[in-house]
T-cell receptor, first 110, second 113 residues
Framework: QQPVQSPQAVILREGEDAVINCSSS?????VHWYRQKHGEAPVFLMI?????EQKGHEKISASFNEKKQQSSLYLTASQLSYSGTYFCGLGAGSARQLTFGSGTQLTVLP | DTAVSQTPKYLVTQMGNDKSIKCEQN?????MYWYKQDSKKFLKIMFS???????INETVPNRFSPKSPDKAHLNLHINSLELGDSAVYFC????????????FGPGTRLTVL
């Protein structure tokens, strides 16, 4: 079943923070985050595995709450280059495929 | 040194025609995928394939068929094209299956008239 992402869209000023949520009605095993810029292919950001792990690099990090069946992506001090559509993909334990959410469109303005 | 490549980049065709999209990866990955992204940007898995197993998303019409001549290629054949097939199709690959980072190709924009 498709994960639910919120918000659907967000507009920020450079330097502001944003949080994107990804919720599932099923138990999560792994959460995958990708970013897609307009007219381009999705690009991998990070994977979080079952266990409440938090990952990140530089100013983009994510958390995985197994109990709430939810993952959140945190963008700190956003830059213009962060603009794009962010997708979360869910993997079940024995999954051979990911199921992606409908995406969150993030726009960072100068 | 493109990692995942697709041809053509754009494809415009008439309803009822049969078309193919080619995908090649030079990463040495063992798993390849086809995704469909519609006008609302919904990214939907169609197929995943490694040299042992083909997994077909149950919602994909049987007019769509993947063909893999070797480990580095996974082509997509579409028969009897319909208006609703218009979308961007992405090929992707990963090593070790879907639980690992997937590398996407640049996409093929298919327009059915």
């Amino acid at each position: 079943q498709q994960p639910v992402q919120s918000p659907q869209a967000v507009i920020l000023r450079e330097g502001e923070d944003a949080v994107i949520n990804c919720s599932s009605s099923k138990a999560l095993y792994s959460v995958h985050w990708y970013r897609q810029k307009h007219g381009e292919a999705p690009v991998f950001l990070m994977i979080l595995l079952k266990g409440g792990e938090q990952k990140g690099h530089e100013k983009i990090s994510a958390s995985f709450n197994e109990k709430k069946q939810q993952s959140s992506l945190y963008l700190t001090a956003s830059q213009l280059s962060y603009s794009g559509t962010y997708f979360c993909g869910l993997g079940a334990g024995s999954a051979r495929q990911l199921t992606f959410g409908s995406g969150t469109q993030l726009t960072v303005l100068p | 040194d493109t990692a995942v490549s697709q041809t053509p980049k754009y494809l415009v065709t008439q309803m009822g025609n049969d078309k193919s999209i080619k995908c090649e990866q030079n990463l040495g990955h063992d798993t390849m995928y086809w995704y469909k992204q519609d006008s609302k940007k919904f990214l939907k898995i169609m197929f995943s394939y490694n040299n042992k197993e083909l997994i077909i998303n149950e919602t994909v019409p049987n007019r769509f068929s993947p063909k893999s001549p070797d480990k580095a290629h996974l082509n997509l054949h579409i028969n009897s094209l319909e208006l609703g097939d218009s979308a961007v199709y992405f090929c992707a690959s990963s090593q070790g299956g879907a639980m690992f980072e997937q590398f996407f190709g640049p996409g093929t924009r298919l327009t059915v008239l």
